[in-house]
C-alpha cells in the first residue's frame, strides 16, 4: 500500500514538472506594461476654508433674491422678507394666495336624525 501511494505521489510530481517545463517552453513571453501612475485621491485640503465657503453660500441663498423657476414666476426670497409677508397677513397668512375668484357660500349643516 505505500509503494502505491509513494508511486502515486512520484506520478503526481513527475506530471507537474513536465506541464511547468512544458508551458514554460510553449508559452510566449509578454512584457507587462510598466504601471500607471495613479490618480491622487481627492483629499479635503481645507477643510475650514470649505466650510467656510459652504456657509457663504447657504448665506447668501438665503439672503438673496433669485429666480427659481422664471416661467411659473417662482421666485426665492430673503428669510427675514418672508417672515415678514407672513408676519404682515396675519391670521390669514396660512391661506392660500391665489385664492378662487367665487367663492363658495357658507356652508350648511345637515342633521341626520
Known amino acids: ?12 510530481a513527475a506530471a507537474m514538472g513536465g ?19 495613479m490618480p491622487q485621491p481627492g483629499l479635503q ?6 466650510l467656510k465657503r459652504l456657509l457663504d453660500a447657504q ?3 438665503l439672503s438673496g433674491y433669485a429666480w427659481v423657476d422664471r416661467e411659473r414666476g417662482i421666485v426665492r426670497i430673503p428669510v427675514a ?10 391670521a390669514a397668512a396660512l391661506d392660500p394666495v ?5 367663492a363658495p357660500g357658507p356652508i350648511k349643516e345637515s342633521r341626520r336624525p
Open 98 to 102: 391665489g385664492a378662487p375668484a367665487a
Open 19 to 37: 506541464l511547468k517545463l512544458s508551458y514554460d517552453r510553449g508559452a510566449p513571453r509578454r512584457e507587462r506594461p510598466p504601471p500607471r501612475a
Open 45 to 50: 485640503i481645507d477643510p475650514a476654508g470649505d
Open 1 to 12: 500500500m505505500l509503494a502505491a501511494v509513494a508511486g502515486f505521489a512520484l506520478f503526481v
Open 81 to 90: 422678507r418672508a417672515m415678514e409677508i407672513l408676519a404682515g397677513r396675519g
Open 59 to 61: 448665506g447668501e441663498a
